[in-house]
């Protein structure tokens, strides 16, 4: 196998139905594995300005369990006026991670 074959195999295994529960907003939040472009734009968002680059994340990473995006760019000014920052900061924060080795064994 090649070292290209690996990274493939690697990139299929990350899990797509990954979930958090945000009990305060009575909700859960599903990702799916985000590349390096999609992680490469939001992050150019952040270094404009964290702060709205933490609502950025949510409106294009946080789906629901169909794989559709929960948020829209009309969301933006509700989440950044309108939510708990510690909690929209930690979905937001886990939404950027990527899984490790020992999360992937466990699924």
């Given amino acids: 196998m090649s070292i290209i074959d690996n990274m493939r195999d690697h990139w299929n295994s990350l899990d797509t139905q990954n979930a958090k529960e945000v009990p305060e907003w009575k909700a859960t939040i599903y990702k799916q594995p985000m590349n390096l472009q999609q992680k490469g734009k939001l992050f150019k968002r952040m270094e404009v300005d964290p702060i709205e680059g933490l609502a950025y994340v949510l409106i294009h990473l946080a789906l629901n369990e169909k794989g559709e995006n929960l948020y829209t760019l009309e969301n933006k000014q509700f989440l950044m006026t309108r939510v708990d920052p ?22």
């Fill in 86 to 107: 510690d909690i929209l900061s930690d979905v937001a924060t886990w939404l950027m991670q990527t899984p490790t080795k020992k999360d992937i064994k466990k699924k």
